[in-house]
């Protein structure tokens, strides 16, 4: 099915998004005197931020993929939230996605570990004892106990798996 008709189905399901009017005004107009944000409230838990009961290598709900730390918990769901919950969830977030992409990381290294393979990269040690030297640091300041050789190993093997897949799929479709 071409794009144009997936456009004219999805009109016919839900009205077609240019017949819309455009809001009134200019985002350069100044606002009005007496206008006032709406306030910022915190939204309910992700599922898995529960620090008691997150384990390193829970899987996130959107991309399912290994966790390295739990995603920031708001502390009063429901209620306005303040520039300095702001700041706290910013920086968690900055931690969180740091420590995703080093796990990530280092399945992959395992990976080419159990591949036999080694990129030959110049400094390749050296990065990969950085990222997992900082993941083992913030699992320490969490009380946290890193995951085994075996549950890396596991780990990778998940890894190239899909990357197995992915690989036969799309030469499956080139061909195709």
């Given amino acids: 099915m071409n ?15 240019r017949d819309e009017i455009a809001p009134k005004g200019s985002i350069f107009e100044p606002l009005p005197k007496n206008w006032k944000p709406e306030p910022r409230i915190q939204p309910q838990h992700l599922p898995g931020s529960d620090p008691t009961t997150f384990k390193i290598g829970d899987r996130d709900e959107r991309y399912h993929k290994p966790q390295a730390i739990p995603p920031f918990r708001y502390p ?6 303040t520039k300095e919950i702001e700041a706290a969830e910013l920086r968690h977030s900055v931690v969180w996605a740091t420590a ?32 997992w030297g900082y993941l083992l640091g913030l699992w320490a300041s969490h009380q946290m ?27 499956e479709q080139e061909l195709g």
């Fill in 100 to 131: 995703q992409s080093y796990l990530r990381d280092s399945i992959r290294y395992v990976a080419d570990d159990l591949q036999k393979r080694s990129p030959g990269l110049s400094g390749y040690e050296q990065m990969r004892a950085e990222k």
């Fill in 3 to 17: 794009r144009l008709a997936l456009e004219a189905q999805l009109a016919q399901l839900e009205g077609d998004p």
């Fill in 145 to 171: 106990e890193p995951p085994s050789e075996q549950t890396m190993q596991e780990w990778a093997r998940e890894y190239l798996a899909v990357l197995t897949a992915k690989s036969t799929s799309q030469s």
């Fill in 76 to 81: 009063n769901p429901g209620q306005p939230s």
